[in-house]
């Protein structure tokens, strides 16, 4: 269910084919990206037939836009470390800022 805020886009060719989105949590509630109240966090799907295609890149690109369009400071997420699209959200600008279990919280600045 979409909550204030909230903002995503849609991949689609004939049908969906991935999505990514941002939602804002609160300190009692966070995500596993979280790193303040003010920054959203970033999820984000892509079929698997379809991923290696450009097309988790092209959804946060968008998102990124329209994030920045909205005024928001910053975005953050959370990948494992062994996930391939990490390599992705650093080359979009994403830059680690904590990292326990295997998994890192990274942070994009807008």
């Known amino acids: 269910m979409a909550?204030?805020?909230?903002l995503g886009v849609?991949?689609?060719a004939n049908q969906p084919?991935?999505?990514a989105w941002l939602r804002l949590f609160t300190a009692d509630d966070p995500g596993y990206g979280f790193t303040d109240v003010?920054?959203?966090?970033?999820s984000m799907g892509v079929l698997c037939s379809w991923r290696g295609q450009g097309v988790g890149r092209r959804?946060?690109?968008r998102?990124?836009?329209a994030a920045r369009e909205t005024g928001l400071p910053a975005l953050s997420l959370s990948v494992e470390t062994d996930n391939y699209a990490h390599r992705l959200y650093e080359?979009?600008?994403f830059k680690a800022v904590t990292e326990a279990s295997g998994s890192i919280t990274m942070e994009l600045r807008l």
């Open 38 to 42: 003010a920054t959203p966090e970033v």
């Open 59 to 61: 959804l946060l690109e």
């Open 91 to 93: 080359d979009l600008g």
């Open 10 to 12: 849609i991949a689609e």
């Open 17 to 19: 084919v991935g999505a």
């Open 3 to 6: 909550k204030p805020g909230d």
């Open 63 to 65: 998102l990124i836009s």
